[in-house]
């Protein structure tokens, strides 16, 4: 069968790519391998992570997205060839409908890089959305009524606040700290208390398994390996998840901050249906263990993780794909 739409969350950190009729056909991270000095693409996705903290001189692996927009054109159009590509067949002649999703603070040339370098990756037309947008409609959300919703979705580059309602963006607010800066807090950390290095996906693996936004009574531990900074020498030690709420407070009030501020100028009315409905969390960083509790005291109002978190944006390229008639007004330019 012919694929002619393709959805694709192109994430700070990872890419989802929906097919209609198939569902999620690819998760990978954003990241390319890069060989040193002719620029050549050696891995992308998965394989590319892979090499992270173990390449020779000569091979360098690279994120071309930097806080969800485009850092480098080139390597991201190379990346979207290659997700193009795998999702319809490397033999498929019919050039597919691409939905991409994109910062809600994205600017008019930000958005032009991003419709050309799907075009040029084989795209018959490109259509962005808002990621918070995508998320409300991945999480359920009837983004077309009048009542208003809020949606916090927490990538891995950005964690967007907006709220919509009657098909758009009413108020919004997006802050460059996420699941990378949670990463780097860890790392941070572990260096200052335990003075040891860590690597990035050490400091990733220790946020998935154990990382709450709370303390916790019934605390969970991680052992991890680094490097003594005192001898060099490889060692052990156990962190505990209230260490890692410890580490990551200061980021989520942050963020905290940065939602109340969207509240400050949201219409009355639509604060009221916030009030009553809660707060949907969606991205992989809202995955953290007790982030509705944190939300819920640092505003007052209830906070819901929505379901699959991690593929409410890609799920929503697909309800678009689907409806571009219904939703047509939420697409910000079409290529």
């Not at 991205?283 to 593929?311: I, M, T, W």
Request: aromatic share 6%.
């Amino acid at each position: 069968m012919f694929t002619s739409k393709i959805g694709i969350d192109l994430g700070t950190a990872n890419t989802v790519v929906f097919v209609p009729g198939k569902g999620f056909i690819i998760n990978e991270p954003t990241i390319v391998a890069l060989s040193k000095p002719d620029n050549t693409v050696m891995a992308v996705g998965v394989e590319a992570k892979e090499m992270i903290g173990r390449t020779p001189e000569g091979i360098v692996p690279y994120r071309p997205l930097k806080d969800g927009v485009i850092a480098d054109y080139y390597i991201t159009k190379a990346m979207l060839t290659y997700f193009i590509s795998k999702a319809i067949g490397w033999f498929n002649i019919i050039k597919p409908d691409v939905v991409i999703s994109v910062p809600a603070g994205i600017t008019q040339t930000e958005r032009r890089a991003v419709i050309n370098a799907a075009r040029e990756a084989g795209a018959r037309n490109a259509f962005i959305v808002r990621e918070p947008v995508l998320a409300a409609l991945g999480a359920g959300i009837p983004i077309n009524a009048r009542s208003g919703n809020m949606v916090i979705n927490m990538g891995g580059g950005t964690t967007e606040n907006a709220v919509i309602a009657l098909g758009n963006i009413v108020s919004w607010n997006s802050l460059r700290i996420a699941g990378n800066k949670f990463d780097q807090a860890v790392s941070d950390y572990v260096k200052k208390k335990y003075a040891l290095a860590i690597g990035e996906q050490t400091a990733e693996n220790v946020k998935i398994e154990i990382g709450s936004a709370l303390p916790m009574k019934d605390k969970l531990e991680y052992q991890l390996r680094g490097r003594d900074l005192i001898t060099g020498l490889p060692k052990d030690i156990v962190i505990t998840s209230n260490e890692i709420a410890e580490a990551l407070n200061p980021l989520l009030l942050d963020i905290a901050g940065s939602v109340q501020n969207v509240f400050n100028v949201t219409p009355p009315e639509l604060v009221a249906d916030i009030m009553e409905k809660g707060i949907i969390l969606s991205g992989g960083s809202a995955q953290l263990h007790n982030l509705p509790n944190f939300f819920e005291r640092a505003l007052g109002v209830p906070a819901y993780v929505a379901e699959d978190p991690l593929f409410c944006v890609a799920k929503g390229t697909g309800l678009i794909l689907d409806h571009l008639d219904t939703y047509k007004r939420t697409l910000l330019d079409k290529r």
